[in-house]
């Protein structure tokens, strides 16, 4: 039996599945009021991955793909086509915790045509050139003195919104520190896949929608790893409420499939 039987999942054995836990960001009531079922899609050493939906009859067509590193760290990563405005394009969005103790920080990103599209928005009325011209009279020597001040707007427009169709991962990613109280244990059921937690070492999850190749590190994809996109698992914060240490973009609307676990997370940020 791998790792993650005693490490994430905590399971208990039950007669045509396995009942279970995983913990998250969130509210108490959200721990209270929603439950989880999940299918194994794949597992390897201490990483698992399941298809989770929530359990509760509104989001049965809603699933969300997420790999667990052991008990300190997941990721979900989803790439969908949305659209903003009369912009359609590919929207990439990931989020993942990483903790040790009962304090995780957490990353989320969100890049693509479409995240591009909806922060540049707000410059595509910046064309405009404004000329002032200020004449100054004065009597002693008489005299008259004319300035002429030219302003063009279109030198706040940021560069990456004037070519290119990804933000900048200073833009694209928040990194915020959770509360303890923020992170709670929610109960999950695994109805399919089971046996694949008992699989040899060295199977590959087969699975289209999250990267699983780090080991504690959560890693967001849709825009250029750095500095802020990976957490390291060891390196945990402490202390005082959340804090973003970054900027982001303006949240776009999310294709149905990210509706359910997503909206709980991401309400977070």
């Given amino acids: 039996m791998t790792p993650i039987l005693s490490t994430v999942l905590f399971a208990s054995a039950a007669a045509a599945s396995i009942t279970t836990s995983i913990w998250l960001p969130g509210s108490p009531s959200d721990s209270e009021n929603y439950e989880f079922k999940a299918s194994v899609v794949g597992a390897e050493g201490d990483q698992v991955t399941l298809a989770v939906q929530i359990d509760d009859g509104y989001y049965t067509d809603s699933t969300e793909t997420i790999t ?65 011209t200020m004449t100054y009279t004065y009597d002693s020597p008489a005299s008259t003195v004319e300035q002429v001040e030219t302003i063009s707007f279109n030198d706040v427009i940021p560069g990456f919104c004037r070519t290119g169709s990804l933000l900048p991962e200073s833009y694209a990613i928040n990194t915020v520190s959770v509360r303890a109280s923020q992170v709670q244990t929610y109960a999950i059921t695994i109805t399919a896949g089971e046996e694949k937690l008992s699989a040899t070492a060295g199977a590959t999850p087969t699975n289209s929608g999250a990267s699983a190749t780090t080991t504690g590190n959560v890693t967001p994809t849709g825009s250029p790893s750095g500095s802020n996109s990976t957490i390291p698992a ?35 940020l």
């Avoid at 903003?84 to 990353?107: F, W």
């Fill in 234 to 268: 060891s390196s945990p914060t402490t202390g005082g409420p959340a804090q973003q240490t970054s900027n982001a973009a303006a949240m776009v609307t999310v294709a149905p499939a990210l509706a359910g676990l997503g909206a709980l997370v991401a309400a977070l």
């Fill in 68 to 132: 667990f590193h052991g008990s300190t760290a997941f990721e979900n990563v989803v790439t969908t086509t949305d659209s903003y405005g009369d912009y359609e394009g590919d929207l990439t969005i990931s989020y993942g915790c990483s903790k040790q103790g009962n304090r995780p920080v957490c990353v989320y990103s969100s890049n693509g045509p479409v995240a591009w599209s909806s922060y540049c928005e707000m410059y595509t009325d910046y064309t405009d050139v404004v000329t002032s």
